[in-house]
């Protein structure tokens, strides 16, 4: 058993970290560092994955293994990575261009699987690193520089989705609150499964403020509700509203004692109501959706390196003759 005690410093290397000026980036990339060290394991056994754009660089800060893969490809190779070697941590880093665009493929069946990875859906509503074109998740009537008339099409949902696809961990957080980060990143990891952390990140140069309107410090009470299991779906500055879900319904009240109703983070049919509430409507609910223990992918069957020389092959009973 591995008993040395692990620092910030041991997952921080020399590289110079190249964001912009504000990027949620940086905040995200301070809470994993900050975060890896309560788990214990050494450097050398987590690996960072990334597919393309502004987040794709994170495994380069990383004093850990990491791969950056090509577009929307990550999540293919972290589940070759886990199947083969179950030892390690896999994170995978993606954004809403890259997981929900050309990755949305490997995004469902990687859900579907159960693959034991955790999913960092960095989500800042427009493509970063392509300079400003609308992206799977920016919503209708954002101007962006392919949607100068605002965007027509409605946005994906990643939480729905993914409750959809059959993810046995679903939840979201803000970059601007890395208390709250840190707490569900290391529920993620502890989770024996698929999770994923949605991600709201705020991109200062393409859709700046983007979601200030809840995630600012002087709106968030307001504005939010912090998931936790067990416990009221209570927001306001003092708490003093909540959200009732009663059969097919959902809707605001004041909190009272005996009208609460307490989060269960396995019930899925609350999960994908919270999932849908509309944002002009209700607050955003923050924090982890959805938690199932179901069985796990993993290969049962190794696949085993021949040490049989050509020769030894041409003698076998079945081969191909030419004709």
């Given at each position: 058993?591995?008993?040395?005690?692990?620092?910030?410093?041991?997952?921080?290397?020399?590289?110079?970290?190249?964001?912009?000026?504000?990027?949620?980036?940086?905040?995200?990339?301070?809470?994993?560092?900050?975060?890896?060290?309560?788990?214990?394991?050494?450097?050398?056994?987590?690996?960072?994955?990334?597919?393309?754009?502004?987040?794709?660089?994170?495994?380069?800060y990383m004093n850990t293994y990491g791969f950056h893969t090509i577009h929307g490809?990550?999540?293919?190779?972290?589940?070759?990575?886990?199947?083969?070697?179950?030892?390690?941590?896999?994170?995978?880093?993606?954004?809403?261009?890259?997981?929900?665009?050309?990755?949305?493929?490997?995004?469902?069946?990687?859900?579907?699987?159960?693959?034991?990875?955790?999913?960092?859906?960095?989500?800042?509503?427009?493509?970063?690193?392509?300079?400003?074109?609308?992206?799977?998740?920016?919503?209708?009537?954002?101007?962006?520089?392919?949607?100068?008339?605002?965007?027509?099409?409605?946005?994906?949902?990643?939480?729905?989705?993914?409750?959809?696809?059959?993810?046995?961990?679903?939840?979201?957080?803000?970059?601007?609150?890395?208390?709250?980060?840190?707490?569900?990143?290391?529920?993620?990891?502890?989770?024996?499964?698929?999770?994923?952390?949605?991600?709201?990140?705020?991109?200062?140069?393409?859709?700046?403020?983007?979601?200030?309107?809840?995630?600012?410090?002087?709106?968030?009470?307001?504005?939010?509700?912090?998931?936790?299991?067990?416990?009221?779906?209570?927001?306001?500055?003092?708490?003093?509203?909540?959200?009732?879900?009663?059969?097919?319904?959902?809707?605001?009240?004041?909190?009272?004692?005996?009208?609460?109703?307490?989060?269960?983070?396995?019930?899925?049919?609350?999960?994908?109501?919270?999932?849908?509430?509309?944002p002009e409507k209700f607050p955003i609910p923050l924090g982890i959706y959805y938690?199932?223990?179901?069985?796990?992918?993993?290969?049962?069957?190794k696949i085993l390196k021949s040490k049989e020389d050509v020769e030894l092959l041409?003698?076998?009973?079945?081969?191909?003759?030419?004709?």
């Open positions: 058993m591995n008993n040395q005690v692990y620092q910030r410093s041991d997952f921080v290397n020399s590289n110079e970290v190249r964001w912009c000026p504000g990027c949620g980036d940086y905040a995200i990339l301070a809470g994993i560092q900050k975060m890896l060290p309560e788990l214990g394991l050494p450097p050398e056994k987590h690996v960072f994955v990334s597919g393309i754009g502004c987040a794709g660089r994170l495994p380069y490809r990550a999540l293919a190779v972290a589940t070759g990575l886990k199947s083969m070697r179950d030892d390690l941590s896999v994170w995978v880093i993606t954004g809403d261009g890259d997981c929900l665009s050309i990755g949305g493929n490997h995004f469902i069946h990687a859900l579907r699987r159960n693959i034991d990875v955790n999913i960092l859906l960095i989500n800042n509503q427009v493509y970063g690193l392509t300079k400003g074109q609308f992206s799977p998740t920016s919503k209708c009537g954002q101007i962006t520089k392919t949607s100068p008339e605002g965007v027509k099409l409605a946005p994906i949902n990643p939480i729905a989705l993914a409750l959809g696809a059959g993810a046995s961990f679903v939840a979201r957080c803000i970059d601007k609150d890395p208390v709250h980060l840190k707490e569900v990143l290391m529920a993620a990891h502890a989770h024996k499964g698929v999770s994923l952390i949605e991600i709201y990140q705020d991109c200062h140069i393409f859709n700046e403020g983007a979601f200030d309107e809840f995630s600012a410090k002087a709106n968030r009470a307001a504005r939010t509700i912090y998931l936790e299991h067990g416990k009221p779906l209570v927001f306001g500055e003092q708490d003093e509203k909540c959200l009732i879900i009663d059969n097919n319904k959902i809707y605001v009240n004041s909190a009272t004692e005996n009208n609460f109703y307490l989060h269960d983070v396995t019930d899925l049919n609350a999960a994908q109501r919270l999932a849908n509430l509309s938690k199932n223990n179901r069985q796990i992918f993993s290969l049962d069957n041409y003698r076998k009973k079945a081969f191909w003759r030419n004709i």
